[in-house]
DNA sequence: CTACCAATGTTGGTACAGCCAACATAACCT
DNA sequence: AGGTTATGTTGGCTGTACCAACATTGGTAG
C-alpha cells in the first residue's frame, strides 16, 4: 500500500523547498506504485526486469554490455537477471559467433508478451501518478525532468 | 565494431517518455550528487541523518515517534540513525518523564552547528541539480514536482 | 481495578537499486 | 608475441525503505 505515513506528516521547511528533496520525494511515490503494481500482477518481476525487456524488444537483440549501457544498468546486474528472465522464458542466450566472448540476448515471444502486460501496469501508474497534474501540466513537467533526468 | 545504436538515444523510449522513468532518473542523478557531498564534506552522515538533524532543528524537540512520521522515517531506523546521531553528540536523547516509553531528542549545538555545514553542501547541489534549468523553469519545476511528491 | 488495546522504542530481518572489485576468457592492437 | 581492452560472471557492499515481533508503558472500557 501507498504512503504509510500517516497524517500530520509534514516535512521541514528546509526539506520542503529543495528540488532533491522534493524529487525524493517523488521517486518514493512513483516507486511505491510500481511496486504496487508489478506485486499485485503476480510474479517476482521488479523494475529491472521491465528494463530490460523494455530495452530488447525496443532495440533488438544485443550483447549483454549493450543492454546495461543502454539501460544504465549494471554488467553485473543485467547478468542476474538476465538468468531470471531465461528460467522463465522470457529471453534466450546464445554466444556471438563472431566474438564469443559476447552473449546475445533476444526477447522471446512469451517475453514479449509479458512485456506487453507489464505496459498496461505501467501505464495504469503513470496515469496514478501523474493524476495531481492537468494536461498541460504534466507535458510541462516532462520537458523539465527530462532536463534534470540529463541523458548522460 | 557493429551496432553502437544511435549517438544518445540511451533509454528505450517505452521508458524515455514515461514520468516514473524520468523521475526515477532525476533522482538517481540527485542522489549521487547529494552522495557525493556528503562523502566530500560530512564523515560518514547521510540522508537520514540530515533529514532528522533538519527536522529536529525546525520544530524542536520530539519523541522518536514524531520526528519519524513528520520526515517519513520509519522508526526502527530512526532508532538507528539516532543512536548514530548521539553517538557523534549532535543529538540528546531523554526519557520524557510524564511518559515513559518517550524518548525526547533534542539538536545539541555542535549538531546545530554540523547542520548548518550541511546545509551549505546542500545547498550546493541544488544549484547543480538545477543547473540545466533557467530560473523561470526552476520556480515551474518545484510547483509541479512537489504536487507529484505528495503533500499528504 | 482489571483487562484489553494502542503507542513507543528496539532488535533483527527483507527487498530493491546501484555500484565496485576481481577474475577468466576472448578480442584487439601494435 | 605481449600488452591492453571488452565481456560475462561471481561475490560483495551501501543506502533507502519496509515489516514483524517484542517489552514497556499509557490509556480506556468493562
Redesign the interface.
Known amino acids: 500500500m501507498p504512503?504509510p505515513?500517516?497524517?500530520?506528516?509534514?516535512?521541514?521547511?528546509?526539506?520542503q523547498?529543495?528540488?532533491?528533496w522534493?524529487?525524493?520525494?517523488?521517486?518514493?511515490?512513483?516507486?511505491g506504485?510500481?511496486n504496487a503494481g508489478f506485486e499485485a500482477h503476480g510474479d517476482g518481476l521488479r523494475g529491472y526486469h521491465y528494463?530490460l525487456l523494455?530495452?530488447l524488444?525496443?532495440?533488438g537483440p544485443?550483447s549483454q554490455a549493450?543492454v546495461g549501457?543502454?539501460?544504465?544498468i549494471d554488467r553485473s546486474d543485467v547478468t542476474a537477471v538476465l538468468t531470471d528472465l531465461e528460467a522463465r522464458g522470457l529471453v534466450v542466450r546464445s554466444v556471438d559467433p563472431a566474438n564469443k566472448r559476447r552473449k546475445i540476448v533476444t526477447i522471446t515471444e512469451r517475453g514479449a508478451a509479458r512485456l506487453l502486460e507489464l505496459?498496461e501496469v505501467?501505464d495504469g501508474?503513470?496515469r496514478e501518478?501523474?493524476a495531481?497534474?492537468t494536461a498541460a501540466?504534466?507535458r510541462?513537467?516532462?520537458d523539465?525532468?527530462?532536463?534534470?533526468?540529463?541523458?548522460?
Open positions: 504512503t505515513h500517516g497524517p500530520g506528516g509534514r516535512s521541514p521547511a528546509r526539506l523547498g529543495r528540488a532533491t522534493l524529487v525524493s520525494r517523488a521517486h518514493a511515490r512513483a516507486f506504485l510500481l528494463r523494455a530495452a524488444e525496443e532495440w544485443a549493450e549501457r543502454s539501460t544504465g505496459d505501467v501508474v503513470q501518478f501523474l495531481p497534474l501540466q504534466r510541462q513537467f516532462l523539465l525532468v527530462a532536463l534534470l533526468a540529463g541523458k548522460r
